[in-house]
């Protein structure tokens, strides 16, 4: 049977065939609010009617509404990190609640996919985060609200342009080649982290005010029941519900903000080239100098605006309960012309039927994001163009920029660089982005049996892209290309689908007779992904084929993968003391062929509870202590970023129109076969984690560590094939293994807790140390490795290395030699070897981009109707590369043979180079920061003089500061290589949140 | 109804587990091995893969390569060879700091070089899509397609030319390499990994299947534009011999002069205008250039070939649009040595030099205007009409021409080989010399051996031969002939011996413990 068909034909119809009533009752309100200890109210507190199954949350002031059966007694509040408090509603239609604060509440729930546990069962290491922890400010896209908050998740921005992504490593990452990018289930949905076209982050279509909790898996006995692209740990994002019995409630939420540059590059200004070149240069270069100061920095950035508005309305329809929201964000990036705007559309219902034995789950989510994307190359271009000239010319050509010039032909000149201005404001590059992903989610009680569930899930996340880039042909850019030289016109499209279907059935038991409970889960997943997108052929400006351009071969290209999995879990807890969980997931990938696709992941843990014990149950010291050991096996398959979709299956390559081969007086295109591997299979990541759990003071001071060590195996890597044995000469191969040994630490303490004031604290801090073991089947001593970590300058130069014994991306150099005068000697290095020749055998191996410690500080204090938070973030032992200097800080930079004069950096007065030394340790220095990723203050304005409204004010300044010592314009590099990165802005924001 | 639900259950379960075969994806767009040799048209443009590997660098456009871990126009195998053979000589240097560039003239290359790396790739990848070309046109094979016995007889000659470019490709792979992991069409994709061949065993094979293919080769100048025929495999055969020493440690000069012979007598002629042989339009030169391997700036696009050698050799005052192109890349120049090989006078005509503003010695390599440039290769017509586009030029890069051929008869004879004379030696060279200087002034009375490297340095300069004639006059690697930063010095010096043959790249020995890497790496 056709998978789509058994959706329609059977899945669905069992549900309307198993239910056919609904259960009505009547009902009381009761309004109130929830407070901390100081008073101010909490939000996100879940407000729950007990025996009756039906339960609110307070809103971002504490404020809440529920209304309740007549039958129903008592009200229990409930949140994360507080302990939990009853009500008795008797008469009351109005309540005040204090909460007390306990971090590392035991009887929290916590998402561990297919299912939810008691915090206190887990076993695994589990970090949750909600919204009371998110980092403040204006955060467009969802990985920034957790950045900094969880030890062992490192996240990086890509740079600072409007809704860019984030590289984000789960203890480091597991795999060489395969992706390193953690699986992201959305709402029980697991999203692809393919991008589309037209998006810069595809993480940017779902609106971070949507988002109730990060709940990170980060060992394989955690992740094992995610088994097939667990390898490098799992983020589950709940959005935020409506609950039975809710009120309707309304919350306006406004943020305005302006971004301003932090800092800029150092280089020369127009008086110091004007010296520099006549002291240096030939008469011919003399006479190109303008008599101009600019300073290309400042003209092409600016200083932006952000507002941002968010509307949510929930409550409960009978029982209906529901959540709408609607989002609007509009965000100028601070390098001109890039914008991005993005409307938001969130809609969630969640009915309960057939006395509450169904509870279904209907998410839909919806965005429609526009881009316009700035060329980055302008920041390049400021730093490298020469400040005497003037950024416009009167009357010349290019639409009135000022561009070098090749006199024979009066054309631009080739190979000069285009003026920074230019390279924005004439290129119109646009993209709109739609995306809906949406799930419905049936969890049915079976009425025979009330301890088994059936759980089916259908999910779906539709992305679509669509663009144009529009260049006019007076710009340089265009006229130094043949092919370009009426303007660009180019447009492109794609769409993404991926669907799911999921069912599981679950068991649970008390045995009291055994003092036992039994949980016990088993499922189906079916994941389809598809890739499509039209192939169109360069158009001019005036949607015409580009000059000697031809129609594409093919006019779509079409991916697809299917993964096909079972899974079963058993949660044992024994004495409320001593809990084993199980896991084991088979899964099956179309990466792979038939005889290989299938894999088995198998994780087992077990946790004592100590504080349990006779001997620590009375303790006054100890509020929890929880010993943790887990062992686990999970997969990985993801490389289709370096293998294509079909990596195992022959095929050929129809060549394009401009790679044809002549017989006689026609050209021909040619058939080229295609590497392929047909003996991949699943690479395989094993883990063993060590965790205890802390409490003391009733919860005052808690916290956990964890130690770990990831050893991966048939490492899927790029590799040199023997020659001849493959149609490359690299190819993904199963081979070598990898090992990451690490330490998290995370401690939250409340060290003051009184009526006006509250101090909270969390610190995280996270040691990891990577290192690849083996990467070929034998590794002669004279092998150097792969190169990686492509720099600017010259062709083809790597300056990292994957080599046996050392960090991946390890930076691979010469060793300096420095004068007497403690300045680098051009061109002179140490003869490692000592043959007396100085090449590729001299370079060595010289610390690694990655930071071997990431430390997150933050805190909150609250005193009455004022909280102050802010959050620190830092990395150490993180190296950096300047290609920044290495390219644009030599003489070279500023003089050269091509006709035209450059600009360099200041490091140029430093190094007195003439020439490009990209191969130099010198370039290499610690990058080690401590950041300030926000400090924002809020004021409760409580009620609206006698309205039922509630007001909030917040101010936030995000990236507030950086220390460091290295010299470049930010240290925070994913990937060590310093080069025109989109800088970070500094962010001040204002916003008003209202709550009805 | 609890029955039912339950066997609802067991039911939707059975239906689940059918999706498996869901798993068996394949591409929509995309073509097999099945779709493309199942037709005489999709032969042909298989045969036009393995062609255009000596081409270009890839098949979706200039910035595409067959390779990986190298730059997609570095790795074209024009660039490359030619690099090898010619930046390691007197005859050319480079600025560019490309990496492992440097090494090259300063003869200090290790095994992990990246230009040696990336020829060795190249010239591999050719051959592994010639063993597969091999495999689908056996004639067992081709007789179950059903093709008429014309298209038959088509796809054979295929298979002789494929058969021909793997071995001149080992050819290629004995002289820089010696010794080589060494497969055929018996090795197939996804097999074992490739014994080492030793160089002498090597010669042997070589010289068998050239002579094999030789017999199924189309006659001299019967074959399209494009494509080899017998005159080819008798050039590399000659080659073979005048190097057999080197190789196989015998002269076979005797040998050496019969195949030049063949193609002496096989009805080429000499251009009459030197120049003309490596312009834009040098695809009509059919009379002397007997195969040639093609570029072409609309249809061709690539960085490498003979792209490379027009754009790399301008700088300085040199001005790009009159060669033809949009830009100098600022690169290649020659040494003093090369400029002395030719009279003072200008009366030579392949004396291609440009020296406005060129420093004839050179002080620093990285500095374009220390040393002359050479303009032997522009992309204008014989009638100065630039080349089709700017960036990718339209010059053929010549493999063999007559030329070459009478050189080779010289050498052989003077070395003592058979079946040729000393007059017609004498004569031979004097043609090629009367062609330079446009008249007798210039002919010589009398051979020498030491002539010859001379004279095929005038003749052959940056054409990618020097490095093999250098080792084969004993000058490559001594001190007994220097040149400008031979050896990594100004003034040059000499360097291990074990520098004639090329390391065999570590990565290749790291993924095939079948290798030996060659004495001295």
């Known amino acids: 049977m056709n998978c789509r068909k058994l959706l329609s034909t059977i899945v669905l119809p069992l549900f309307l065939l198993l239910f056919s009533t609904a259960v009505w009752a009547q009902s009381k309100t009761i309004t109130g609010r929830v407070v901390d200890a100081a008073g101010a109210g909490i939000p996100g507190v879940t407000v729950a009617a007990k025996g009756q199954n039906l339960a609110t949350s307070s809103s971002e002031t504490g404020e809440f509404t529920i209304v309740v059966p007549a039958s129903a007694t008592t009200l229990v509040f409930s949140s994360v990190g507080y302990g939990t408090q009853e009500f008795t509603i008797g008469t009351n239609t109005a309540a005040t609640v204090t909460l007390s604060q306990l971090a590392g509440n035991l009887n929290e729930v916590v998402v561990v996919g297919y299912g939810t546990q008691r915090r206190r069962d887990v076993t695994g290491s589990v970090t949750t985060i909600t919204t009371k922890d998110f980092n403040k400010g204006i955060n467009t896209t969802p990985e920034q609200l957790i950045q900094g908050k969880v030890a062992g998740v490192q996240i990086t921005s890509n740079g600072g342009a409007p809704g860019s992504g984030s590289v984000i490593r789960i203890r480091g990452g597991a795999s060489l080649n395969a992706s390193n990018d953690p699986l992201i289930v959305i709402d029980n949905v697991p999203v692809s982290n393919s991008g589309i076209a037209g998006s810069a982050n595809i993480l940017n279509t779902i609106n971070p005010n949507d988002i109730e909790s990060f709940n990170i898996l980060k060992d394989a006995s955690a992740t094992a029941i995610y088994g097939s692209r667990a390898s490098n740990g799992v983020i589950l994002i709940t959005t935020k519900k409506g609950s039975r019995g809710d009120k309707l409630r309304v919350n306006y939420n406004v943020v305005g903000s302006i971004a301003k540059r932090t800092n800029e590059i150092d280089v020369l200004s127009g008086d110091e080239i004007r010296k520099y070149v006549n002291e240096n240069g030939t008469a011919a270069q003399k006479s190109l100098l303008g008599s101009a100061n600019t300073d290309w920095q400042s003209l092409i950035f600016r200083e932006a605006f952000t507002h941002e508005h968010n509307l949510s309305i929930s409550g409960g329809f009978k029982p209906l309960p529901y959540r709408l929201s609607l989002g609007y964000l509009n965000q100028d990036g601070i390098l001109k012309t890039s914008h991005m705007d993005r409307t938001s559309a969130s809609l969630g219902l969640f009915p309960s039927l057939f006395d509450r034995h169904l509870n279904i789950t209907i998410n839909g989510k919806a965005t429609h994001t526009k881009n316009r994307f700035a060329d980055e190359g302008a920041i390049g271009s400021a730093i490298s163009f020469d400040p005497t000239q003037q950024p416009y010319q009167k009357g010349g050509g290019f639409a009135g920029y000022f561009e070098w010039i090749d006199s024979t032909s009066g054309k631009p000149n080739l190979l000069s660089n285009r003026n920074p201005l230019a390279l924005l404001n004439l290129v119109r590059n646009v993209s709109w982005v739609n995306r809906f992903i949406g ?12 301890d088994l569930k059936l759980n089916v899930n259908l999910g779906y996340d539709h992305q679509q892209g669509e663009g144009t880039i529009l260049v006019p042909s007076v710009a340089a850019t265009q006229l130094v290309q043949a092919t370009r030289v009426n303007g660009t016109g180019d447009i492109y499209d794609a769409v993404n689908k991926n669907k799911l279907l999921e069912a599981y059935l679950n068991y ?177 990541t094993e883990t063993i984690n060590a965790g205890l759990d802390f409490g003391f003071f009733n919860g005052r001071l808690n916290g956990s560590v964890d130690v770990f060590r990831k050893t991966s195996r048939d490492l899927l890597a790029t590799v040199a094939f023997p020659v001849t044995t493959n149609f490359s000469n690299e190819f993904i191969k199963n081979v070598g293994s990898f090992k990451a040994d690490g330490i998290e630490l995370t401690i939250n303490a409340t060290p003051v807790k009184t009526r006006d004031f509250t101090w909270d604290l969390g610190f995280n801090a996270t040691y990891i140390d990577r290192e690849i073991t083996q990467l070929n089947d034998v590794t002669p001593e004279d092998f150097l490795g792969y190169p990686q970590g492509g720099i600017n300058g010259g062709t083809g130069n790597r300056i990292q290395v994957h080599s046996v014994g050392y960090t991946p991306n390890t930076f691979f150099v010469y060793q300096q030699v420095y004068g007497a005068d403690n300045k680098p000697v051009e061109g002179l290095y140490v003869d490692q070897n000592g043959d007396g020749i100085i090449n590729e055998r001299d370079l060595y191996r010289y610390k690694s981009p990655q930071p071997s410690t990431t430390l997150g500080f933050n805190s909150q204090f609250g005193y009455k109707k004022v909280s102050l938070g802010f959050s620190l973030r830092s990395n150490l032992d993180n190296y950096l590369y300047s290609n920044l200097n290495s390219h644009q800080g030599v003489g070279r930079s500023i003089l050269n043979p091509l006709n035209f004069l450059g600009n360099s950096t200041r490091n140029v007065l430093e190094t007195g180079f003439t020439n490009n030394q990209y191969f130099s340790d010198y370039y290499i220095s610690n990058a080690s920061f401590l950041k300030m990723d926000y400090l924002s203050l809020g004021v409760d304005l409580g009620k609206l003089g006698g309205t039922n409204s509630s007001l909030r004010l917040t101010a936030n300044i995000q990236n507030v500061f950086t220390v460091t010592k290295y010299k470049g314009l930010d240290p925070e590099n994913f990937s060590g290589v310093d080069n025109q990165v989109y800088p970070r802005p500094r962010i001040y924001s204002l916003g008003i949140n209202l709550d009805y | 109804m609890k029955l039912f639900k339950l066997s609802f259950l067991i039911v939707l379960l059975g239906a689940l587990a059918s999706c498996t075969k869901d798993l068996d994806r394949s591409p929509l767009y995309g073509v097999t091995s099945v779709t493309v040799f199942s037709t005489p048209a999709g032969y042909k443009q298989a045969l036009a893969k393995v062609y255009s590997h000596f081409s270009l660098t890839g098949s979706g456009g200039a910035g595409s390569s067959d390779i990986a871990g190298i730059d997609a126009g570095t790795s074209s195998y024009v660039r490359l060879h030619w690099s090898l053979q010619e930046l390691t000589t007197d005859e050319a240097i480079v600025a560019w700091n490309d990496p492992g560039l440097p090494d090259l003239h300063t003869m200090s290359w290790g095994s992990s070089n990246d230009l040696i790396k990336g020829f060795y790739n190249r010239l591999f990848s050719q051959i592994t899509v010639a063993n597969e070309f091999l495999r689908e046109s056996a004639t067992g094979r081709v007789g179950e397609k059903g093709f008429s016995a014309t298209e038959a007889g088509e796809i054979k000659a295929y298979n002789a030319e494929v058969r021909f470019i793997r071995a001149y490709d080992y050819l290629v792979a004995l002289d820089l390499f010696g ?106 030169r059919k009379n002397e250039i007997i195969f040639s391997i093609p570029f072409d700036g609309l249809r061709m696009q690539t960085y490498g070939g003979t792209t490379f050698l027009v754009h790399a050799s301008l700088g300085g005052n040199m001005s790009a649009s009159e060669a033809g192109v949009d830009a100098a890349w600022a690169g290649l120049r020659t040494t003093k040595n090369l400029v002395d090989l030719f009279p003072n006078s200008g009366a030579d005509t392949r004396a291609l030099f440009y020296t406005n503003g060129q420093n004839k010695q050179i002080n620093d390599v990285g500095t374009f205007t220390d040393g002359y440039a050479v303009t032997k290769w522009m992309n204008i017509t014989s009638e100065g009409k630039p080349g089709k586009h700017p960036t990718f030029v339209d010059n053929d890069f010549p493999m063999f021409r007559l030329a070459e051929a009478y050189l080779i008869y010289a050498e052989a004879q003077l070395r003592g080989g058979t079946g040729g004379d000393a007059t017609t030696a004498l004569q031979y060279i004097n043609k090629l010399r009367e062609r330079a200087y446009g008249n007798p002034s210039g002919n010589l009375a009398s051979l020498e051996l030491t002539t010859i490297l001379d004279e095929r340095a005038r003749e052959l300069y940056w054409e990618g031969l020097r490095r093999t004639d250098l080792i084969r006059f004993a000058k490559f690697t001594d001190a007994s002939y220097l040149w400008p930063f031979k050896g990594g010095v100004k003034e040059g010096r000499g360097v291990e011996s074990f520098r004639t043959l090329f390391p065999l790249p570590a990565a290749d020995i790291t993924a095939n413990p079948n290798l030996t890497q060659n004495t001295g790496y």
Request: hydrophobic letters at 35%; proline letters at 5%; zero cysteines.
């Open chain 1, 439 to 450: 799930n419905a989610q049936f969890d049915y009680k079976f009425h025979f049996l009330p």
């Open chain 2, 179 to 284: 010794n080589v992991p060494f497969s055929t069409e018996a090795n197939l994709i996804g097999g074992d990994r490739p014994e080492q061949i030793k160089r002498t065993e090597l010669f042997t094979w070589v010289e068998n299947e050239l002579k094999a293919a030789e017999a199924e080769l189309k006659e001299p100048k019967t074959n399209e534009y494009g494509r080899v025929d017998k005159a080819a495999a008798w050039m590399s055969l000659a080659r073979l011999y005048l190097n057999a020493k080197i190789y196989s440690g015998t002269d076979r000069s005797t040998d050496a002069i019969t195949y030049a012979k063949k193609v002496i007598s096989a009805g080429y002629t000499l251009e009459n205008t030197y120049k003309n042989l490596f312009l834009a339009d040098n695809n009509l």
């Open chain 1, 508 to 684: 649970t038991k008390k045995i009291e007779a055994i003092r036992s409970r039994i949980d016990l889960t088993g499922g189906y997943s079916y994941q389809d992904f598809q890739y499509e997108n039209t192939n169109y052929p360069p158009y001019d400006v005036n949607g015409k084929l580009a000059p000697t351009a031809t129609l594409p071969v093919f006019p779509f290209n079409f991916n697809q993968q299917t993964l096909i999995s079972y899974y079963g879990r058993l949660n044992y807890v024994l004495n409320e003391k001593y809990i084993v969980n199980a896991t084991v997931r088979r899964d099956a990938s179309s990466i792979f062929s038939k005889e290989n696709r299938w894999g088995t992941f198998p994780a087992v843990s077990f946790a004592w509870r100590i504080k349990d014990e006779g001997f620590l149950k009375n303790s006054n010291l100890f509020s929890d202590l929880k010993l943790r050991i887990g062992y686990g096996i999970t997969g990985q398959q993801d490389i289709t970023g370096s293998a294509g979709f079909y990596p195992y299956i022959p095929g050929y390559f129809t060549s394009d129109s401009s790679s044809l081969y002549p017989f006689g007086d026609t050209y021909y295109s040619t058939y080229s076969p295609k590497p392929y591997n047909a003996d991949l299979k699943w690479e395989e």
